[in-house]
């Protein structure tokens, strides 16, 4: 099927990350925290968001300790008081990006965000000044071992996808937000658990950025990765296949 385009931008991201591990699973334990409080406490039966958090744990290998001290954690209500804030800014070139966060310090994480943006050629913009770029869409990445491409392909439309894509050992599947529940329980049924899965930012637009400004890009879509306020980096870029 079509949609490398749309794939291209995660894919890229996803390498990048997974060199991160342990800032990985600061992450992972923060997004535990925030489905916990949030979403209906500590039995994932109960609590959709927690079943998903669990499944990303999962995917990135985290230890089921972790895991289990996380859930322990946050139904305590002991820990930080951590709250979800987002941040849309333009990087070098006119490039688009968009931040998610969990913090328990708004303040030192709106200061630490603008100075990135500042310091490698970029500003922050004002909250919807993005919305016209990115759309909110469900992902899914899972092992292609043993899936038939045409059959699964077929049986992933029919629930919801959009677009499913193989590339080498990973199927990536993309769907509405609204189709996203039911590929899941699909999923489910098929006792395939993914490596990971969410709701995403995809660009609706992309652009290819000038080759002067890449590195300064590059670098600060890494030293915002690397906040551990930071959840998720979304961004415009279209990455060329060298």
Request: charged letters at 35%; hydrophobic letters at 35%.
């Given at each position: 099927?079509?949609?490398?385009?749309?794939?291209?931008?995660i894919k890229h991201r996803k390498g990048a990350q997974?060199?991160?591990?342990?800032?990985?699973?600061?992450?992972?334990?923060?997004?535990?925290?925030?489905?916990?409080?949030?979403?209906g406490g500590g039995d994932p039966t109960m609590n959709?968001?927690?079943?998903?958090?669990?499944?990303?744990?999962?995917?990135?290998?985290?230890?089921?300790?972790?895991?289990?001290?996380?859930?322990?954690?946050?139904?305590?209500?002991?820990?930080?008081?951590?709250?979800?804030?987002?941040?849309?800014?333009?990087?070098?070139?006119?490039?688009?990006?968009?931040?998610?966060?969990?913090?328990?310090?708004?303040?030192?994480t709106v200061s630490n965000i603008r100075s990135y943006?500042?310091?490698?050629?970029?500003?922050?913009?004002?909250?919807?000044?993005?919305?016209?770029?990115?759309?909110?869409?469900?992902?899914?990445?899972?092992?292609?071992?043993?899936?038939?491409?045409?059959?699964?392909?077929?049986?992933?439309?029919?629930?919801?996808?959009?677009?499913?894509?193989?590339?080498?050992?990973?199927?990536?599947?993309?769907?509405?937000?609204?189709?996203?529940?039911?590929?899941?329980?699909?999923?489910?049924?098929?006792?395939?658990?993914?490596?990971?899965?969410?709701?995403?930012?995809?660009?609706?637009?992309?652009?290819?950025?000038?080759?002067?400004?890449?590195?300064?890009?590059?670098?600060?879509?890494?030293?915002?990765?690397?906040?551990?306020?930071?959840?998720?980096?979304?961004?415009?870029?279209?990455?060329?296949?060298?």
């Open positions: 099927m079509a949609g490398h385009s749309k794939f291209a931008n997974d060199l991160k591990r342990g800032k990985i699973f600061t992450k992972l334990q923060k997004e535990i925290t925030v489905a916990v409080k949030t979403g959709p968001r927690l079943r998903l958090a669990l499944a990303n744990a999962r995917g990135a290998n985290m230890p089921k300790d972790n895991i289990d001290r996380a859930i322990k954690k946050a139904e305590g209500g002991s820990g930080e008081n951590i709250v979800e804030v987002t941040f849309e800014g333009y990087g070098p070139d006119g490039t688009a990006i968009y931040v998610e966060c969990a913090t328990d310090n708004n303040t030192r943006f500042n310091k490698y050629g970029g500003s922050l913009g004002k909250d919807g000044c993005l919305e016209f770029i990115f759309s909110r869409k469900g992902i899914f990445l899972l092992q292609s071992e043993g899936l038939e491409e045409e059959e699964f392909t077929m049986e992933m439309i029919d629930f919801g996808a959009e677009d499913v894509e193989f590339e080498g050992d990973t199927v990536f599947i993309i769907c509405e937000m609204e189709d996203f529940g039911n590929i899941s329980k699909r999923l489910q049924e098929m006792e395939l658990e993914p490596k990971e899965a969410g709701l995403k930012r995809i660009p609706i637009t992309t652009k290819e950025i000038n080759q002067k400004d890449y590195p300064k890009f590059e670098k600060l879509i890494d030293v915002i990765e690397d906040d551990d306020d930071v959840q998720k980096v979304y961004h415009n870029v279209v990455m060329k296949e060298d």
